[in-house]
């Protein structure tokens, strides 16, 4: 398993070449990289590689991005501990709201510098719980 | 998705009928009856509304483990099987009597119907606080399945399980018109009381206003929220309003040291009532009540109702848009209320502090309400994380139990008439 500060992430792009530049890149920092180029192959390798993080670009054919994060939150397993990074521009309220409803934790505009792109995954790196693999579960209030 | 997943409900580790089916149906065979009891949860589709999926989620994940542990040492022990819908919120119990005894009867449902809803009302409250624990209600619907041979066994079980539902949803007809008969009752009586829920300044916790909410004597009427979806049911939205408006500034005059502010909610529809008129509120000094107004309800008349605001705001009134951010609206039609104070969703500050979309979102709104000449309170703040992150995004004010334990520290107004009714928890101010 990987170490802490470098858990396994997901990059989920229909344009290769875009996955390509992600994956080399983030695998030069010392990260784990899985590549999925569909939502279909995104939710085999969420269940096989138990991502950490996944980077998911909103745009692509057949299930979107949108569709493919629901359905990674709900996971009945892996969906409390994994955080989701949306690949888009959320310009206004109401984008970022509809984020929000399908359970994603961040997003990373589009065109995006991959400057940018490392901080934004770090910060979330940053919230994963230790020895899981996985971000920190829901907390719940105890009084 | 795994098809084992199908067989477990994943919220409440609870097996689903599809994987206990075989077991049932030896069980009918093998004793020749069997009790389903099918448990009917109230009001969680308001919790997801207001709060969003994963906080239903989380509120299930309590549920089953409480029902469990409350099943596990109850008489029915024994003979438990339970299961659940998958990602449903409603639960059944089949009930498989030993040998040598008799199926449970209605009265000994009846009983374990109520001491189940107090443990599991109990942790609800316990976990997911007060709030989310007033919302809800159990309706525990009986069938009786006979083995009979002529019959396909399978159908038989699955028609058992509808009759419960059957009886547990009349179970709840019968309880809301019950419910609305205590509404009638508490409006006659004036049975109200009113708990102020401070506000404070994030940076000094000085305490800066209270909201008042408005509590029935009644058990039954004991939450806001259900009290006005009984009042918006029966039709009478206006008298309850009135009631709840009355009692909250009589309790002003009598609680509220100088400078504080009583933030007061007021439903849309109220407007629309002749009887809320401006001169005829018992209100001394109208620059220290906010009336607060909710995001969620649809505004029909939109100039009307902004004549409306500005009659009140001329007199020194002043304005909260309460649960914003709830809906899709964006912040355009926040603006077009002009209001002094704006009361974020609750929803966008729950786990704030892992959330940058969350986090953004805020932000946005501090810039915005900076921009109009607004102030914003973050409400529902209810752990340290949580208060850190507004205080840094620049919320001005912090309204929950982080700063706050409910009831403890909230101030009670109740009328001379209502003194001698228990309250569960005394407030002190």
């Known amino acids: 398993m990987a170490d802490t500060a470098h858990p396994p992430i997901l990059v989920v792009d ?68 994994v ?27 589009k065109p995006f510098e991959l400057s940018k792109l490392a901080t934004t995954l770090e910060r979330n790196v940053k919230l994963v719980a230790p020895n899981t693999g996985g971000a920190q579960a829901t907390a719940t209030r105890s009084r | ?22 077991s049932i149906r030896k069980a009918v065979q093998d004793r020749g009856e069997i009790v389903i009891l099918y448990f009917n949860f109230d009001r969680y589709s308001k919790v997801e509304e207001v709060y969003g999926w994963e906080k239903l989620d989380s509120v299930l994940e309590t549920t089953g483990e409480a029902m469990r542990a409350f099943l596990g040492k109850s008489p029915l022990a024994s003979s438990k099987l339970m299961v659940a819908f998958p990602n449903d919120d409603d639960f059944i119990f089949f009930h498989v009597p030993q040998d040598d005894t008799p199926a449970a009867t209605d009265a000994e449902i009846t009983e374990l119907t109520a001491g189940l809803k107090e443990a599991v009302s109990t942790e609800i409250e316990r976990v997911h606080g007060e709030d ?22 399978e159908r038989q079980i699955y028609r058992g399980i509808r009759e419960a539902a059957n009886a547990s949803k009349s179970l709840e007809h019968r309880e809301q018109a019950k419910k609305v008969s205590d509404l009638r009752e508490t409006l006659r009586d004036r049975g ?44 009478l939205i206006w008298d309850l309003s009135r009631l709840c ?72 009134y ?50 915005f309400a900076n921009e109009h000449g607004a102030m914003v309170i973050a409400e529902g703040v209810e752990r340290k994380e949580e208060y850190e992150m507004v205080k840094s995004l620049g919320v001005h004010l912090v309204q929950g139990f982080f700063v706050h334990k409910p009831s403890t520290n909230a101030v009670t107004y109740r009328p001379p008439a209502l003194a001698s009714v228990p309250v569960a928890q005394e407030a002190k101010p």
């Open chain 1, 14 to 81: 229909d344009n290769a070449d875009n996955a390509h530049i992600i994956r080399d890149y983030l695998e030069a920092r010392g990260y784990p990289i899985t590549v999925a180029y569909n939502g279909d192959e995104a939710m085999k390798a969420f269940e096989e590689v138990k991502p950490a993080v996944v980077l998911l670009d909103v745009m692509m054919p057949g299930r979107d991005g949108w569709q493919v994060c629901r359905e990674m939150k709900q996971h009945p397993t892996l969906g409390k501990t």
């Open chain 2, 132 to 153: 989310i624990a007033a919302l809800f209600d159990i309706f525990v619907g009986r069938a009786l399945v006979v083995y009979n041979p002529k019959l396909r066994l």
């Open chain 2, 192 to 235: 109200l009381y009113i708990e102020y829920h401070p506000i404070v300044v994030t940076d000094s916790q000085k305490v800066f206003g209270y909201e008042a909410l408005a509590r029935g004597a009644l058990r039954s009427m004991r939450s806001p929220e259900v009290m006005f979806e009984i009042a918006a049911q029966s039709d």
């Open chain 2, 318 to 367: 002043r304005f909260a848009v309460d649960d914003a951010g709830s809906g899709y609206a964006g912040l355009g039609s926040i603006a077009n209320l002009e209001p002094d104070f704006i009361k974020l969703d609750i929803s966008l500050i729950n786990c704030i502090d892992q959330n940058f979309i969350k986090q953004n979102l805020v932000e946005t709104m501090v810039r």
């Open chain 2, 245 to 316: 408006r009355d009692r909250a500034i009589e309790g002003m005059a009598k609680l509220l040291k100088d400078g504080e502010l009583l933030f007061m909610n007021v439903d849309p529809a109220d407007f629309a009532d002749p009887s809320f008129d401006v001169n005829t509120l018992a209100v001394k000094d109208p620059t220290r009540v906010v009336i607060e107004i909710t995001e969620r309800t649809a505004i029909k008349d939109y100039p009307k109702f902004r004549g409306r605001l500005k009659e009140f705001r001329d007199k020194g």
């Open chain 2, 1 to 22: 998705m795994d098809y084992h997943q199908l067989l477990r409900d994943s919220l409440t580790r609870l097996p689903t009928v599809a994987a206990t089916i075989d």
């Open chain 1, 83 to 109: 955080r989701v990074v949306m690949v888009t521009a959320l310009d206004d309220w109401v984008n970022k709201r509809q984020a929000l409803q399908t359970g994603a934790d961040d997003y990373v505009e």
